[in-house]
């Protein structure tokens, strides 16, 4: 006899907490976490430690942003589980980040970048698994308005760099020089264009050779970058002898060396070679980093990965230079990496056309200067085509900036092109209305949730109105929710269309309305009289009402259909009324709050489906109700 007992109990048990589990999934479903939380926990307290019930509390913790919480459940997770899916390794990660937990969250980093090779969370995009044109071409987070430069010329424009109030850049325009025989363009010289910024509308001056003594000679000079005091200007120049005429060396090839020169009564003067050239191979396309200490470079010299790389050069205190450092594997590759640019917040640039790409050389950013583990990003459209895009400058202040490009439509053979990125934004705003008064509600939870489940922003409605600023071209849930009403859910989808505004409106139901707690209504199978689980989804409605008003009491009437005799339905509808009872005892109100729980069988109809009169299913049930009446509150 014991022995039955116990299995009784176990069985009784495991029912309790499955269907708690199913409860708490539909109260999960519906972005409620609160009330999935105290659903999963009490499922977990009565012997269920599933593994669905562990990650869905880590989940519901997680995405209502209590980061120790959802770590512990993951951790949870983990003992009891040893393999989980990498989704909750991949968020137990981020809850230890958040807590602090960074050696724990270092440990789990590893395992699960040994497990999931190539996911793409770890290393930036998987292209097994994206579409990379689609992924490299889809920003429309971010609006950027690109314009061809009104000083470019029908020849080739490219290397733009901003010091002060002058734009810098190369140009083949001038007519009168010596003619380049790999484009029959002239060779390129350096220009300088006066710039004036108006409240953020720039207008450009006329383009003239860099005024100096003797930087642009009959051959080619480009790629500026100035120091941050305005007084050394880094360049790019064919290999030339004291006579002004081009070195070959034993192929036959003339190379690219860097040079320097001095600012002295705003003339650039003292041109002087930098001592890391060489005869056999160039080295061009100067870069220096924010504290101007180091010098960084394109070179095609032997020991590189590939056609050409880029190295760094420590520029000592008395002007000497250390030993080039090629950046290694994380930025060079087999094919060209050139343009280094390195932005005021240390985020480096370059372009590359052996990274995966749109197609020749696009632009890429790394944060290697900070981690040199870091991966290189392809920053993607408009700034990156199908055709070479290259010499990158960006104020990091401003989020505007330069490119060069020989996409079509433009102007010359290669063009510069500004840039002025902005984040597109939108607003969610609305107004919080009684659904049945239609009167404005004031302290009303509004959850703003992103297409994950996340709560990413909760606010209160101050004179009924609430606003969210979100992101472009994203799906969001708005919920709100207040004591004695229904919540009320709207999706919104954003579009791309910076600065629009959607308005949506929420309309919560009141659950007490005059004397009774006016819920959906709880059906039953036919015949039944056990609770299912949408009606315990319903009922929990009144377990909220009657926690929030302590002292309410209330009486609880129940319903059948016509179906059956007179007799076996006023007894099936009382066993109704006493287990819709019983369950909402089993929530943890006292049972002397509820003072009676009484079935009325088929005596009530709500519709003709009276005895004899043949009705659909769907009538039938609207007559299998349970009705909730105030007694005392």
């Known amino acids: 006899m014991k022995t039955r007992i116990i299995a009784l109990t176990f069985i009784l048990s495991c029912s309790l907490s499955y269907g708690q589990t199913k409860l708490a999934d539909k109260f999960f479903k519906n972005y409620g976490y609160i009330k999935a939380i105290e659903l999963y926990e009490k499922a ?22 209590n980061s120790e919480k959802a770590a512990y459940w993951y ?86 760099y901003i010091f002060e109030d002058k734009l810098y850049f190369a140009s083949a325009r001038n007519d009168a020089g010596k003619i380049y025989s790999w484009n029959k363009e002239p060779f390129l010289d350096l220009y300088e264009v006066p710039l004036t910024d108006d409240d953020g509308v720039i207008t450009y001056g006329s383009a003239t050779e860099l005024s100096a003594d003797g930087i642009n000679s009959e051959y080619h000079e480009a790629s500026v970058a100035l120091t941050n005091d305005g007084k050394t200007l880094y360049f790019t120049r064919d290999n030339v002898n004291k006579r002004n005429r081009l070195k070959y060396d034993k192929k036959g090839t003339t190379h690219l060396k860097l040079y320097k020169a001095s600012l002295a009564n705003d003339q650039w003067t003292n041109i002087v070679e930098l001592p890391f050239n060489d005869e056999a191979f160039s080295t061009g396309h100067p870069a220096l980093s924010p504290d101007n200490k180091t010098l960084y470079f394109v070179s095609d010299r032997e020991g590189g990965l590939g056609q050409s790389d880029i190295y760094a050069v420590a520029i000592n205190d008395d002007g000497s230079y250390g030993e080039p450092e090629n950046l290694g594997e994380k930025v060079n590759t087999e094919g060209r990496e050139m343009f280094p640019f390195v932005a005021k917040d240390s985020t480096f640039y370059f372009s590359s056309d052996g990274h995966l790409n749109l197609g020749l050389l696009d632009i890429f950013k790394s944060n290697i200067l900070k981690d040199v583990r870091t991966e290189p990003e392809n920053i993607g ?18 989020q505007k900036g330069f490119f060069s490009s020989n ?18 934004k939108q ?76 308005t949506v409106d929420l309309n919560l139901e009141p659950l007490i309305i005059d004397n009774q707690i006016v819920i959906n209504p709880i059906f039953f199978d036919f015949d039944k009289w056990n609770i ?89 049930q609207l007559n299998r109700r349970s009705y909730f009446y105030i007694v005392n509150d």
Not at 114 to 124: M, V
Not at 138 to 153: G, T
Not at 408 to 417: H, L
Not at 564 to 582: E, F, H, Q
């Open 44 to 65: 977990y307290e009565n012997g269920d430690n599933s593994a669905h019930v562990l990650t869905r509390l880590g989940d519901a913790y997680y995405n209502n942003s």
């Open 427 to 502: 607003e969610i705003v609305g107004v919080a209305r009684d659904s049945r008064s239609n009167i404005v509600l004031t302290g009303v939870t509004v959850r703003l949730i992103d297409e994950t489940g996340k709560v990413i922003e909760e606010t209160y409605t101050k004179d009924g109105e609430y606003t969210f600023t979100v992101d472009c071209d994203k799906t969001y849930t708005v919920v709100g929710s207040k004591p004695d009403y229904k919540d009320d859910q709207q999706t919104v989808v954003t579009t791309t269309d910076n600065d629009k505004i959607n």
């Open 381 to 398: 459209t408009p700034y990156n085509s199908g055709y070479d895009d290259f010499a990158f400058f960006v104020n990091s202040d401003t």
């Open 407 to 424: 996409r079509p439509n433009g102007k010359g053979s290669d063009d510069i092109y500004s840039f002025n990125a902005q984040q597109c």
């Open 75 to 160: 951790g949870k997770a983990l003992e009891e589980y040893k393999k989980i899916d990498a989704e909750y390794v991949y968020k137990y990660i981020q809850s230890l980040r958040s807590i602090g937990n960074y050696e724990e969250a270092d440990k789990w980093f590893k395992e699960l970048s040994a497990a999931q090779q190539g996911d793409s969370r770890l290393k930036g995009y998987n292209p097994d698994e994206i579409d990379l044109y689609d992924k490299l071409t889809s920003k429309n987070e971010v609006i950027v308005k690109v314009d061809n430069l009104p000083f470019n010329s029908e020849r080739s424009d490219f290397g733009s």
């Open 532 to 620: 299912r689980t949408d009606a315990q989804y319903e009922l929990e409605n009144i377990v909220d009402v009657m926690r929030k008003h302590p002292n309410m009491i209330i009486k609880i009437e129940s319903h059948t259909d016509s179906r059956g005799g007179d007799r076996y339905n006023m007894k099936l509808s009382d066993r109704r009324a006493k287990s819709t009872r019983d369950y909402i005892i089993s929530r943890g109100i006292n049972a002397s709050r509820i003072e009676s729980a009484i079935g009325y069988g088929e005596s009530q109809l709500l519709n003709k489906c009276a005895n004899g009169v043949k009705c659909t299913a769907e009538e039938h």
